[in-house]
């Protein structure tokens, strides 16, 4: 008997369902589904400190995985079980060269940068826990929507495990590059649906409702499970010490909600005292959840949230036909999955929603790079909601905070470059229709003659 079993999050339900079940939602009333454990039953470590001789163990794969090395806390698999490429080697910088930029004190800024993961991304934290699943499910085919990264993670675990064939279905035009060129050369089937990211998800989750085919969006619960590690590391970046902050880009909530679980369960496990606050920043082209929490009033209020709130907010996105749009394609989402699952995770760390133009984004992102170690442009969006929120006083200069960088630079060079090199075509092409028309940190390249005296005199030394 497997003391992991799945349970319903809506607290008159609460059904619960086999380890070995394959759902994405509550089978009697449809909402969203956790892995829950007999924590009772399980070695749980009496400090997370524990965790450091696993340090010492980096030739066994499992201690050496940043997920798997944390494997007590998400306890579901049997070792022999677990499907990992060496994901979560990551690294939480302090930058302090950042954190003057946008008014915090030195010392107290930190870059959680996920962008070091296998696929560039921290989507590889989820995907080891959903082929782990698919792995112990038997399936022979696994299955994502994606706004890029999801494709690319799924990609890179089915093609390195060879465990399984798999399907992405992504939306037509809106895929950075680098992304699109990654599920294409790890051998994905892609689907390039006529459609945006929104129905994309659609018309996988309509496809694998009927078919045996495994679905690894987040609305798969082992996924957000693996996405837990992520404040693992930042913790032991910290030396097991809790920010005050964790901010984040808000897409389909599967971090936020991830983020939240994690500190619920170490909280309860005696393992933190006290939980860190969370701001989740959406790109204002794609600002349901800022929207609905801060103008709607939408809460948790102990999972009886107001579901007619939600669904008059949809009914009303469709009538105007009204569809997610920002540079941040990551985060261009307008129907978040783990909506519920991000109200309840705002509860548990007392947190706060932002939304951001393309504008900040952008800049943010450039800042970023210039200072750091670069991502795209949906990770841009913490430190923009960073700025905001230090201007607004909601954070203070002495806070110590993580920003999650949640995917690599060169996922969308197209974007950087356009930025950079202020080419009037590119950038009425990019920028322009996302209402960017300043390039503040733009670094743009000299041209010069193919003469070394020109050359000299370009660098001010002739
Ligand atoms: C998927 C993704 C996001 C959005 O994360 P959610 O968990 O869906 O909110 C943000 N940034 C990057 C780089 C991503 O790939
Ligand atoms: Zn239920």
Redesign the pocket.
């Known amino acids: 008997m497997s003391h992991a079993f799945q349970q319903c999050i809506h607290p008159d339900c609460q059904a619960t369902f086999d380890l070995n079940q394959i759902l994405t939602a509550c089978e009697k009333c449809g909402s969203l589904l956790d892995v829950q454990y007999d924590w009772d039953q399980l070695p749980v470590p009496k400090s997370l400190k524990d965790f450091e001789r696993r340090w010492s163990n980096r030739l066994n794969p499992l201690d050496f995985s940043g997920v798997w090395r944390f494997r007590d806390l998400l306890p579901f698999p049997k070792d022999s079980d677990i499907v990992t490429i060496g994901e979560g080697q990551t690294i939480l910088q302090q930058n302090d060269r950042l954190a003057k930029h946008v008014g915090m004190d030195a010392g107290r800024l930190f870059l959680q940068y996920e962008g070091l993961n296998p696929s560039g ?3 590889d934290n989820g995907m080891t826990a959903a082929s782990t699943h698919a792995r112990m499910v038997g399936a022979k085919m696994t299955a994502c929507a994606s ?4 494709s690319a993670s799924l990609a890179i675990y089915a093609g390195v495990s060879g465990l399984f064939q798999c399907v992405v279905f992504v939306g037509s035009g809106k895929i950075a590059y680098g992304k699109l060129s990654q599920a294409l050369d790890y051998g994905a089937t892609t689907l390039q649906i006529k459609g945006d990211f929104d129905d994309a998800l659609a018309r996988v989750r309509e496809v694998c409702a009927e078919h045996p085919i495994y679905l690894c969006n ?1 609305v798969n619960p082992f996924r957000l499970e693996g996405q837990k590690t992520i404040m693992f590391r930042v913790l032991e970046g910290l030396g097991w010490e809790v920010p005050d902050w964790i901010v984040v ?8 909600s991830a983020f939240g679980k994690a500190f619920m369960e170490l909280k309860k496990l005696g393992l933190i005292d006290r939980i860190p606050r969370l701001a989740i920043i959406n790109a204002a082209g794609a600002g349901t959840l800022d929207d609905l929490v801060n103008n709607k009033d939408l809460q948790w209020n102990d999972g009886r949230n107001d579901a007619d709130i939600i669904r008059s907010y949809y009914a009303s996105m469709d009538a105007d036909d009204r569809r997610a749009s920002t540079l941040a394609s ?2 261009e ?1 307008n129907r ?1 999955v783990n909506l519920v699952k991000a109200l309840r995770a705002l509860t548990i760390c007392d947190g706060v929603v932002r939304s951001v133009v393309d504008q900040q984004i952008v800049d943010a992102r450039a800042l970023i790079a210039a200072n750091g170690f670069g991502c ?1 442009p ?2 841009g969006a913490t430190i923009a909601g960073l700025q905001q929120l230090r201007e607004e006083g909601v954070i203070a200069a002495s806070d110590r905070v993580a920003c999650v960088l ?2 690599h630079q060169l ?1 969308d060079p197209d974007l950087t470059v356009a930025y950079h090199t202020g080419d009037p075509e590119k950038q009425a092409e990019k920028l322009h229709p996302a209402g960017v028309h300043l390039t503040p940190h733009a670094n743009s390249p000299v041209v010069v003659e193919n003469d070394k005296h020109a050359i000299l005199k370009a660098l001010g030394l002739g």
């Not at 706004?147 to 999801?150: A, E, I, K, Y």
């Not at 880009?249 to 936020?256: H, Q, T, V, W």
């Open positions: 991304s921290f989507k706004t890029g990264n999801t987040s880009p808000g897409g389909n909530l599967g971090n936020s990551a985060i989402i978040p795209e949906a990770s949640t995917g996922k």
